[in-house]
């Protein structure tokens, strides 16, 4: 292979190191622009016994607060397993968690919004481990097996065993970019979305569905 021993750039290097590459922050805001944010879970793991925006929508500035009963599409996505909510319903499973969408006039208007939503969750005992979740039967996804030939059989004949368990801390990378994404509306009834991903079809695919 003619790469092998050589070092070869990744294709975006330049525009990063020069400053060419373009983020969602590099754009020109629009004058009728909004700001959006989101109230997130304070809590790991834990049941919504309680929320009320009242108090936040009458916030200066504050356009409207979504939650997922706001949504005319579905609330589910993965790229695997559809197992992610996009909005928290009455579950929340980790801290940061999106609850509300909070749309604004300014981002001080986002954190004002964010003071006054009232919110009580009850906390239950999160699952931290494989083990935990096994003992639980909280799985993700369906069950999937994967045999060939006669396992038992191979086993009891082998000269050699070894039995034993192997935990592998293996873990997702971060993107360089912040994570932003800009959306405008047009005709008709379409959206351009400009969003800092690896995955433009992803992301396309899954807003399709959530509207």
Do not use: C
């Not at 754009?27 to 309680?50: F, Q």
């Not at 999160?126 to 994967?146: H, M, N, W, Y």
């Amino acid at each position: 292979m003619p790469v092998v021993g050589n070092d070869v750039p990744n294709d975006s290097a330049i525009g990063h190191v020069t400053g060419k590459s373009t983020y969602i922050d590099d754009l020109r805001r629009a004058n009728d622009e909004l700001l959006v944010g989101i109230y997130s879970s304070p809590t790991a793991y834990g049941r919504i016994k309680v929320l009320d925006l009242s108090q936040a929508r009458k916030v200066p500035g504050v356009v409207e607060l979504y939650t997922y009963k706001s949504l005319t599409g579905t609330n589910r996505f993965g790229p695997i397993t559809e197992d992610e909510h996009l909005l928290a319903e009455d579950l929340v499973e980790y801290v940061g968690q999106p609850i509300v969408v909070i749309a604004s006039e300014s981002i001080a208007a986002i954190q004002q919004a964010r003071a006054a939503i009232k919110i009580e969750i009850e906390e239950l005992q999160p699952i931290l481990s494989i083990d935990a979740a096994k003992a639980a039967k909280q799985f993700i996804g369906e069950t999937r097996v994967i045999r060939r030939g006669n396992i038992a059989k191979g086993f009891a004949e082998a000269v050699h065993t070894r039995e034993g368990t192997f935990v592998s801390e293996g873990q997702d990378h971060f993107y360089l970019e912040s994570q932003a994404a800009l959306a405008v509306p047009g005709e008709p009834d379409s959206l351009t979305i400009y969003s800092s991903t690896q995955n433009p079809s992803e992301v396309q695919e899954v807003i399709a569905q959530v509207l």
